[in-house]
């Protein structure tokens, strides 16, 4: 089995988070669940394949990434979301790793899906993402929403063989609802330091479309792409509504 701690956040994910945990069996002695109050079978699952489960409050996607990185037993952290399934290849590759090297952090490529179908082109078609850190120098930012890794500037980032499929979506009602989540969390966070201007929140959402759909070939991957280009731009464009509503009720 690899050093490597495997940190998962879920909440409600029985759907998805067996596949994951069963990809990941005999990989790792050690498998971190930080649940934020799911109510279906999520913890008894994770329970079964012998995962440790902290369950916690929501604090924002950043600051509960880091209570999974703070209980890990192993240094090297494999940090995934519960849809997300790393291939064989990209097993194996991480094994070959020298561990004892610190000072680089894993980018890995990403394979995203739309229910069973393969997202080729527009904004999901060529999606990559450092995930593979050494917490003794890399940590997640402490952002609600949108966070990202702190890499220190010495860290080299290498590029690994294989890839993580992520079943993120099954409809577009769900990519919808999603879509409206992110938009009320991104408006708040933008409170007080971006202002949404008419040209934002009308402008950028058709460029939003016309670059997804468009320019990134989007068209390709049929009805699948137009929706994803077009609940994206409502996304661009509900965010600056939001974040107009909050800057006049302030």
């Not at 069996?25 to 489960?53: L, Q, Y």
Request: aromatic fraction near 12%; proline fraction near 2%.
């Amino acid at each position: 089995m690899c050093p490597v701690s495997v940190v998962i956040m879920t909440k409600n994910e029985a759907a998805i988070i067996g596949r994951t945990l069963k990809a990941i069996s005999g990989f790792t002695g050690d498998v971190v669940i930080v649940d934020n109050g799911s109510t279906d079978d999520t913890i008894s699952i994770a329970e079964s394949f012998g995962c440790r489960v902290i369950r916690t409050h929501w604090q924002g996607y950043g600051p509960t990434k880091n209570i999974g990185i703070d209980a890990a037993k192993y240094d090297w952290i494999l940090s995934l979301d519960a849809d997300e399934i790393p291939d064989a290849t990209l097993l194996e590759s991480i094994s070959n790793i020298d561990f004892t090297d610190t000072a680089k952090a894993y980018d890995l490529d990403f394979k995203t899906y739309f229910g069973a179908k393969q997202i080729r082109f527009g904004e999901w078609g060529v999606d990559h993402h450092v995930r593979l850190v050494n917490r003794k120098l890399v940590r997640w930012s402490d952002d609600e929403v949108h966070e990202k890794l702190l890499l220190p500037d010495r860290i080299k980032v290498v590029k690994l063989k294989g890839a993580v499929h992520h079943y993120t979506i099954g409809s577009a009602a769900e990519l919808k609802s999603k879509f409206i989540r992110y938009a009320e969390l991104n408006a708040q966070r933008y409170y007080g330091t971006k202002k949404a201007s008419a040209l934002k929140t009308y402008g950028s959402p058709a460029f939003s479309f016309i670059k997804n759909y468009v320019f990134k070939l989007g068209f390709l991957d049929g009805n699948e792409g137009f929706t994803i280009a077009k609940l994206s731009a409502y996304y661009t464009w509900l965010k600056y509504h939001r974040l107009q509503q909050l800057s006049r009720n302030k």
